[in-house]
């Protein structure tokens, strides 16, 4: 966790693996991977997190076991296990507070869970602002001190880096674009607001539209499939989530830039 004094240069040299753990609100995924990056096991499994995060995190263990079993490492060769999910992180201690977004996990610290469960050090982040470190340090982002990452998966969430600073807020809200109003008589979001973005342009609003339009389930899986296929329904439907998207996103830079001092 953050904070934790340095392990040795000996068990550092010794570590050549380390693990991540994504817990998003319908999934569970872990990654074995070489200290390059290059991933030697990945696997993630479909399920309810946001009400179950006892079972949840005993399904992150048992992947973290099997990663390691399948691959013969043993604990010792891992240099600790980064865990990203998505909601925000209160720090210190990496409790998870915010009422709606992830409700059965209130008071809740996935971290220090895991770390118990798997006796592996642990890092924990909200899923946006992890990437958002990650594309400042690997990717789009190296050398670029003004940046907003956006993540667009069960949730809708912002990492942002702001005069080279990650901005994480109070109680880890920052970039919480998701749960910015979007349409004043929206549906009521399950943050208990109305109107958020994620009402409106998230996998769920975009699949529900075309539930009701079309008489029949539609699933995010089959919305893939229809855009892959150039249905002008689904596609249409994406792209009316987007613009939604992209009228949040056309105001956060200039809002960033009055409000910070340079």
Known sequence: MPGRPARSLALRASAVYALGADIGHQHVRVALCELSGTPVWNDGVATDVDHAPGETLDLAAELIRRALDEKGIDRSRVLGLGIDIAAPVREPGGVLEAHGIMPGWIGVQPGAELERRTGLTTWLANDADAGALAERNYGAGRNVD?????????????????NGRHLHGSGGLAGEIGHIRSQADGRVCRCGNR?????????????????????????????VALVQAGDRGAIRALEDAAEEIGRVLADAPRLLATTLVR
């Open 195 to 223: 109107g958020c973005l994620e009402t409106v342009a998230g996998p769920d609003a975009i699949t529900r539209l075309l539930t009701d339009s079309w008489g029949y389930p539609v699933t995010v899986s089959d919305l």
């Open 146 to 162: 003004d940046m907003i990452y956006v993540r667009l998966s069960g949730g809708i969430g912002a990492g942002i880096i702001a």
